[in-house]
């Protein structure tokens, strides 16, 4: 069985540039949250999607933008790159969006310079 | 508020046992624990849900105190396979697993 898959697995944009990060759920998973994680640090909560509509949002500026697909798929997107948001962006997919494993893909790893 | 992990590193030998510790400051509904290597992502290990269900990996063992907002890991006759960073999750008031509150990690080294 397919497990959550991201595309891409590396990215490096220039300060000022916009980014869309792709993840497709496991089949069956209608929830899709997306983390970013800085290294030496636990995955932050950006946002979450739950049957298409937005569940949650992190602490995060309005440059992080999300949404999900009929079929369940999601992409987020950030505006106006920042060195700061340079992190592994991790999308976790669920079947439920509550009292249930959450699993991870194998996160984009977003360079910016 | 992030949950609070303990210890932040431990090195054991094939064979010795470990305990690592989530404390919150905020009522839990369920505790995720994830195990990272480096470079990978997070692998699921086990899910404690408020009244007592748990789901996970038969090997890996996990309580989870509500009143005390805590959950420990337990990790016994270590291998190698179990080195890399422990992060546990915590979801808070109607336990929406899509929205996880992660603990800054514990790195556990095996050495043979």
């Known amino acids: 069985d397919a497990g959550v898959t991201q595309s891409p697995t590396h990215l490096i944009k220039t300060r000022g540039q916009h980014v869309t990060l792709r993840c497709s759920p496991i089949?069956?998973?209608?929830?899709v949250s997306w983390y970013q994680q800085v290294l030496g640090q636990g995955p932050q909560f950006i946002f979450q999607?739950?049957?298409?509509?937005?569940?949650g949002r992190g602490n995060f500026p309005d440059r992080f933008s999300a949404r999900q697909f009929p079929n369940y798929s999601s992409e987020l997107n950030v505006n106006a790159l920042l060195l700061g948001d340079s992190a592994l962006y991790l999308c976790?997919?669920?079947?439920?969006?509550?009292?249930?494993?959450?699993?991870f893909g194998q996160g984009t790893r977003l360079t910016v310079v | 508020q992030q949950p609070v992990q303990s210890p932040q590193a431990v090195i054991l030998r094939e064979g010795e046992d470990a305990v690592i510790n989530c404390s919150s400051s905020?009522?839990?509904?369920?505790v995720h624990w994830y195990r990272q290597k480096h470079g990978e992502a997070p692998v699921f290990l086990m899910i404690?849900?408020?009244?007592?269900e748990q789901k996970g990996h038969e090997k890996i063992s996990a309580s989870f105190n509500e009143k005390k907002q805590q959950s420990s890991l337990y990790l016994t006759a270590s291998q190698l396979s179990y080195s890399g960073t422990y992060f546990c999750?915590?979801?808070?008031?109607?336990?929406?697993?899509?929205?996880?509150?992660f603990g800054q990690g514990t790195t556990l080294q095996v050495k043979p």
């Open positions: 404690l849900l408020k009244g007592g």
């Open positions: 905020k009522a839990l509904y369920s």
């Open positions: 089949s069956g998973h209608k929830s």
């Open positions: 976790a997919s669920s079947f439920l969006d509550r009292n249930t494993e959450a699993f």
């Open positions: 999750g915590a979801s808070t008031g109607s336990g929406n697993t899509g929205k996880l509150i």
């Open positions: 999607y739950y049957e298409k509509e937005e569940r």
